[in-house]
């Protein structure tokens, strides 16, 4: 199993049959290395978005129909017919997909949704939710863009993830030191990988706080295209 960053908040994951695209914010994205678009999207089976922001949604319209693959969302975002003429799989918190051998569960998340990336004006787009992504003996938890919520207790005890990709860069989410504290009292990760950092000056630069609360869990912070293999 490879998980890759993207930078932001965009991952690729390639777990079982699948190359997994989440939350796939490239094009516009100032700290991805545009040269290597190609590199990041090749063999992708699916898209995952979170929620409908642009710094997550934005690109799935470009992505999925120059692939032919699928994107799964939140029902209502799948509905809305802002992401194009695509393929969707909505689904609800609660709910499980296969995709290929894998499997993902959708999960409740604490931020917002709206499309914000068209003509400038704001519309809901079904609400902010993360995933647990199951295969190969392991579930990652993708929190999407979240605050600590009291969910998480038993998202760490119902699935038991042994890996945590946390959005951890305060001011649209919760910050380093709240996500070294989620994931301390609620879960049991072997591997914890912090996200939604160092885009914008006004997000923490560094994820130094949450290695220093972590320090019995293996904190990586890779670089952009970086392959970490589990």
């Known amino acids: 199993m490879k998980i890759i960053w993207l930078g932001h908040a965009s991952f690729r994951i390639e777990i079982e049959d699948q190359v997994l695209l989440v939350d796939p914010w490239l094009v516009g994205n100032p ?8 590199e990041a999207i090749t063999g992708a089976t699916a898209i995952l978005l979170s929620h409908g922001h642009g710094d997550h949604a934005s690109n799935a319209a470009l ?18 017919g802002i992401l194009g003429e695509i393929e969707t799989i909505g689904f609800g918190k609660g709910g499980t997909i296969s995709l290929g051998n894998a499997r993902v569960s959708m999960v409740n998340a604490c931020h917002s949704s709206s499309i914000d990336f068209a003509d400038g004006s704001l519309a809901v787009a079904g609400s902010e939710a993360g995933f647990m992504i199951h295969g190969e003996d392991h579930t990652i ?20 993830p042994d890996i945590g990709i946390l959005c951890a860069g305060g001011h649209y989410t919760m ?4 996500a070294a504290w989620a994931a301390r009292k609620f879960f049991n990760f072997k591997t914890v990988i912090p996200c939604h950092y160092k885009t914008f000056p006004i997000l923490a630069q560094t994820a130094d706080d949450l290695i220093a609360g972590l320090p019995n869990v293996d904190v990586k912070t890779p670089d952009i295209l970086d392959v970490l293999e589990f």
């Not at 009291?150 to 038991?160: I, R, S």
């Open 175 to 178: 910050d380093m030191k709240a």
């Open 63 to 80: 992505i999925a129909p120059e692939l032919g693959i699928p994107v799964a969302c939140i029902h209502e975002l799948a509905e809305s």
């Open 141 to 160: 938890y993708f929190s999407g863009d979240t605050d600590i919520m009291a969910d998480m207790g038993w998202f760490g005890e119902y699935y038991a």
């Open 31 to 38: 700290v991805f290395p545009q040269e290597r678009r190609a």
